[in-house]
């Protein structure tokens, strides 16, 4: 591929080639030359931001010898479709012992949408 390819593809923020190829064929950008799709083609800073960590390794044991010593909690929402009873927010509590016990909650509005009305 020629040099005047790969300034296009860096000017354009590193974009695929198929956007490329897109542009370049409805010709949207101007001065863009005429570029064909390529799947292998990828600069370096492409490949470089590809590059994935690799993850913890898995543990055969349980490290936790007694229930709710280690708890995974995670707030989500606000959601598109409310509850039965108005709520928006969720609140889901696992604990990472040998007897997985999860509790749900169900929360009307947030902490943080609690204290910007409170304003």
């Not at 101007?30 to 543990?59: E, M, R, W």
């Not at 012992?97 to 609690?114: D, K, Q």
Request: aromatic share 8%; proline share 3%; hydrophobic share 40%.
């Amino acid at each position: 591929m020629n040099d005047k390819k790969w300034v296009w593809h860096r000017r354009l923020g590193h974009a695929n080639w198929r956007l490329i190829s897109k542009l370049s064929k409805l010709q949207l950008v101007k001065g863009l030359p005429n570029i064909n799709y390529h799947l292998d083609a990828l600069c370096c800073a492409c490949q470089k931001g590809k590059i994935v960590k690799s993850s913890f390794k898995t543990k055969d044991i349980v490290s936790t010898s007694r229930p709710i010593k280690l708890l995974h909690i995670d707030l989500f929402g606000p959601v598109n479709t409310v509850s039965l009873y108005g709520s928006k927010y969720g609140l889901v509590i696992v604990d990472g012992g040998e007897v997985r016990i999860m509790l749900m909650m169900y929360l009307v509005t947030s902490a943080l949408e609690y204290s910007l009305k409170k304003k």
